[in-house]
Nanobody, 126 residues
Framework: VQLQASGGGLVQAGGSLRLSCAAS????????MGWFRQAPGKEREFVAA????????YYVDIVKGRFTISRDNAKNTVYLEMNSLKPEDTAVYYC????????????????????WGQGTQVTVSS
């Protein structure tokens, strides 16, 4: 199984980025997909998750209204559209796959996820 995250970069505060995560080696539509992030010196934190069909999503409060998670099962890809970026959004962003189709309370926990991508750096300058 491989999850390849891309799309990170350097952006000014208020700007936008779109992250992509291409999956291979798994039945993509059978997995909840999530995005997490980790800033230097901090623990990995949940950002967003999406169910198998894309019909249900969940976000951490601090990104609600700014970030949008989506997926294209035909392309085995999950996306994270990030708008109104803030310096505190600076982190390495990771995509992950959870072995289940439906979101649960556990979908916010890193330990729930079976597979992880390598991460992509997002840096927001003030």
């Amino acid at each position: 199984v491989q999850l390849q995250a891309s799309g990170g970069g350097l952006v000014q505060a208020g700007g936008s980025l779109r992250l992509s995560c291409a999956a291979s080696g798994l039945t993509f539509s059978s997995y909840v997909m999530g995005w997490f992030r980790q800033a230097p010196g901090k623990e990995r934190e949940f950002v967003a998750a999406i169910n198998w069909s894309g019909g249900s999503t969940y976000y951490v409060d601090i990104v609600k209204g700014r970030f949008t998670i989506s997926r294209d099962n035909a392309k085995n890809t999950v996306y994270l559209e990030m708008n109104s970026l803030k310096p505190e959004d600076t982190a390495v962003y990771y995509c992950a796959a959870e072995g289940g189709r439906y979101l649960t309370a556990a979908s916010t926990a890193p330990d729930t996820y079976n597979y992880w991508g390598q991460g992509t750096q997002v840096t927001v300058s003030s």
